[in-house]
């Protein structure tokens, strides 16, 4: 039986990532789509993006673009957002949000505090796209997964783990080791609603165990992706290769 949902945090990871952050200089534009914010809710979702560019900035240190400006278009009723989705062609793939990198902007359907996680993952795909232009679908989706789950409690940002990708992994674990070779090149998996829930889990159980294993690897990881290396290259630089590095990862997912 899948255990239930715990929250764990990650702050000492998080740390690690922010150690050595530099220069973005964020400005975040939040246009409502038929309803505004409330005061204290747009000074949350400005706190947790602030935090967000700051993990960023620890990952490419050697940015060289001193502003950045991240659109996020917010849209409250569910007509409205269908309609959009319908627009750019993506109904049925989503329901909650998307970043285009045509508009280069983010669109969310934010119809209460806990739909600032959704902002949060589509601003990953805004930041990550910023410094790498194609980055590897697993990696995009498994970081903004990673990071939707910026919370502020007790006037503290912290990370917390996301236990129903976590569970899933291990029982899907149990009836079939993962292939990370075919995973990865399970391009058209993407587009199909069948197996879509599948690639989110993996790419963020990757994701979540090349942290636990050492924070400081994503950041690496991220700078070669922007210097043009393919993921099989980074692979086995840093962990020895594809077989060895999907032994290790079904072994922690056992």
């Known amino acids: 039986m899948v255990a239930k949902l715990k929250l764990v945090k990650l702050s000492i990871i998080i740390s690690l990532l922010l150690c050595s952050f530099g220069c973005y200089s964020q400005k975040l534009a939040i246009k409502e789509i038929g ?3 409330r005061p204290e ?3 949350k979702i400005e706190r947790l993006a602030t935090y967000e560019v700051k993990i960023f900035n620890g990952l490419f240190k050697d940015a060289e673009n001193d502003s950045l400006t991240i659109n996020i278009n917010l849209y409250n009723k569910g007509k409205d957002f269908r309609a959009l989705l319908q627009e750019f062609g993506l109904k049925g793939l989503t329901e909650s949000g998307f970043y285009s990198p045509i508009t280069n902007q983010s669109y969310v359907l ?4 806990a739909d600032i996680e959704i902002i949060l993952h589509e601003m990953s795909h805004a930041l ?11 990696f995009n989706e498994g970081l903004a997964e990673f990071l939707e789950s910026l919370k502020e ?4 940002i912290q990370v917390n783990a996301q236990f129903h990708y976590l569970d899933k992994m291990k029982v899907d674990n149990r009836n079939t080791p993962t292939n990370i070779s075919a995973f990865l090149n399970s ?3 993407w587009q199909d609603k069948n197996k879509v829930k599948d690639m989110y889990t993996i790419s963020y159980c990757m994701v979540y165990y090349i942290i636990k294993q050492n924070p400081l690897l994503i950041g690496k990881m ?17 962990f020895g290769g594809l077989d060895s590095f999907e032994r290790n990862f079904n072994f922690y997912y056992r």
């Open 41 to 43: 809710e747009r000074a």
């Open 35 to 37: 309803f505004s914010l």
């Open 222 to 238: 991220a700078n070669m992706m922007k210097k043009g290396l393919s993921t099989e290259q980074i692979f086995d630089i840093l």
């Open 128 to 138: 990550l796209r910023h410094s790498i232009k194609n980055p590897p679908r697993w």
């Open 153 to 156: 409690e007790n006037y503290k």
């Open 110 to 113: 934010y119809q209460s505090v």
């Open 187 to 189: 391009h058209n998996s």
